[in-house]
């Protein structure tokens, strides 16, 4: 560039020859042309230009022609916005910004740029009046984007981070505040508010319970801390009461500046309180199952033996055990699916018990008054009815000819409400006695009805076993 400028007619341009230029000016193109920093010059009254290989790449396809030529020309395409700032310089004024952003057209096309840059008046000194103006810059556009796609990736991850279904936080320091918490995280702590406090006085009752020397560990030592399937006692909310909860979690140490220096911990939690509960109940469920399964093999046994036993012929037997598994069949149904949405107690017991009785009122003496359960309180009843049935034909009354059972219920009041008392007794059997052990049995018929408040009773009398189930009607009936 200084060979440009020792080269261009000067003559042409209201700056004239060199030699008749101020050594202002002078020393000024000196300084500029040494330095590697973007500078340029605009001098006199129509603000011509002189600029230094710094500079030269902001003009882009604009040098080399822009040496020399009036300030408002070469940048035409922005004077809206350096234009007033050139006029306050050439007023006395400096002007020094950090960042500020053209659309400049440089290589055939628009193009956003950032720049930092100061404006600075330079006077004559003999009037001191304003005859010019030197600018230092620096082109930041480079810098500035990648700033704002740091922004932009750091905004998409807190955004992950928010969206995360794991209850997710950090923490700093050897206090463990919080300086970032998902919702999940806060719906966990029940909607406290975390950010900015120590765990100690954000969560005392998880400090308590020794989580606070777990988290110093990790601190620490820089090595993480897996917990799975741990109880955890905490509120859910500010006067909430302290409820167990299962989590697993991991404390995860952050690092920042050398390989060893933890600055703060990453904690990510799973509430698994229901999982778990589902899959024991699952587990449960399957072994209820499997109960189940040999119970029905039992009964079937049981009405092919029976149908045999007192049929005069094989067609006569073909048609009980055919007929009877029928009524198996249906109980099931109205077990497995819960298709019915209500049913009397009438028809769950009678779908219970048909297929232990060749003639009505033969072996079951059943009477009560038309009341209904919803489709869950009469599934539970149903199960409650058919245990009783399958265990009074494999042990009790229903094991031997003579024996009947008495089956009643009525309305009754239950802490004043509407309930329903339902009695089932055993008489001429073999003598009872209380078993050894509770099996699955015993545990689905003293649960009562699942969904209602019920008070279940099982009473092994010598004479035939005796059980009572008084349940409220406020859920077990249907609305």
Request: proline fraction near 5%; glycine fraction near 8%; charge should be negative.
């Amino acid at each position: 560039m200084g060979e440009r400028i020792r080269a261009f007619d000067w003559s042409s341009t209201s700056l004239g020859h060199p030699s008749g230029w101020p050594e202002t000016l002078r020393t000024l193109i000196r300084v500029m042309l040494a330095s590697r920093q973007p500078m340029f010059i605009a001098w006199g009254p129509e603000r011509r230009m002189l600029y230094n290989d710094g500079y030269a790449p902001l003009c882009g396809n604009k040098h080399p022609g822009a040496l020399g030529r009036r300030f408002e020309e070469v940048w035409a395409d922005i004077i809206d916005d350096v234009g007033p700032i050139m006029d306050a310089a050439y007023a006395g004024v400096p002007t020094y910004m950090e960042d500020i952003q053209f659309v400049m057209r440089r290589y055939g096309r628009d193009e956003e740029t950032h720049f930092s840059f100061g404006y600075t008046p330079v006077r004559d000194e003999a009037s001191d009046t304003v005859v010019g103006m030197f600018c230092t810059c620096l082109e930041i556009t480079s810098e500035v984007l990648l700033s704002r796609e740091r922004e932009r990736e750091v905004a998409r991850m807190r955004e992950l981070f928010e969206q995360a279904p794991a209850a997710t936080a950090v923490m700093s320091g050897r206090d463990h505040v919080f300086e970032i918490a998902n919702a999940a995280y806060i719906r966990l702590v029940g909607n406290r508010d975390v950010i900015g406090r120590p765990l100690r006085e954000a969560l005392p009752e998880i400090a308590e319970q020794g989580f606070e020397t777990l988290l110093d560990q990790v601190y620490a030592t820089g090595l993480a801390y897996v917990g799975s399937d741990v109880p955890i006692e905490f509120r859910r909310g500010v006067n909430a009461p302290v409820e167990t909860r299962i989590l697993d979690f991991v404390f995860q140490p952050i690092r920042s500046g050398g390989a060893d220096k933890v600055r703060g911990i990453f904690v990510q939690a799973a509430d698994v309180t229901e999982k778990r509960a589902a899959e024991k109940m699952q587990r449960l469920l399957n072994q209820e199952l499997s109960h189940r399964m040999k119970n029905q093999l039992a009964v079937v046994q049981s009405i092919v033996t029976q149908s045999l036993r007192n049929a005069s012929s094989l067609d006569e037997a073909r048609g009980k055990v055919t007929g009877r598994l029928e009524v198996l069949a249906r109980a099931h149904d109205m077990l497995l699916t819960g298709k019915t949405e209500r049913a009397t107690i009438a028809d769950i017991v009678a779908s219970a018990i048909g297929h232990h009785e060749d003639e009505p009122g033969l072996r079951f003496d059943i009477e009560g008054p038309p009341i209904e359960f919803g489709s869950q309180a009469a599934l539970s009843l149903a199960l409650v009815v058919q245990e009783l049935s399958t265990n009074a034909a494999k042990y009790g009354a229903l094991s031997v000819p003579e024996g009947r059972v008495t089956i009643r219920w009525n309305e009754a009041e239950l802490n004043g409400e509407r309930a329903l008392d339902f009695a089932w007794k055993e008489t001429g059997g073999p003598p009872v006695s209380p078993p050894t052990g509770r099996g699955f049995g015993s545990r689905l018929v003293l649960g009562g009805i699942s969904g209602a408040v019920s008070h279940p009773t099982l009473d092994f009398e010598p004479d035939g076993l005796r059980y009572r189930l008084l349940v409220s009607l406020a859920r077990a009936a249907p609305r």
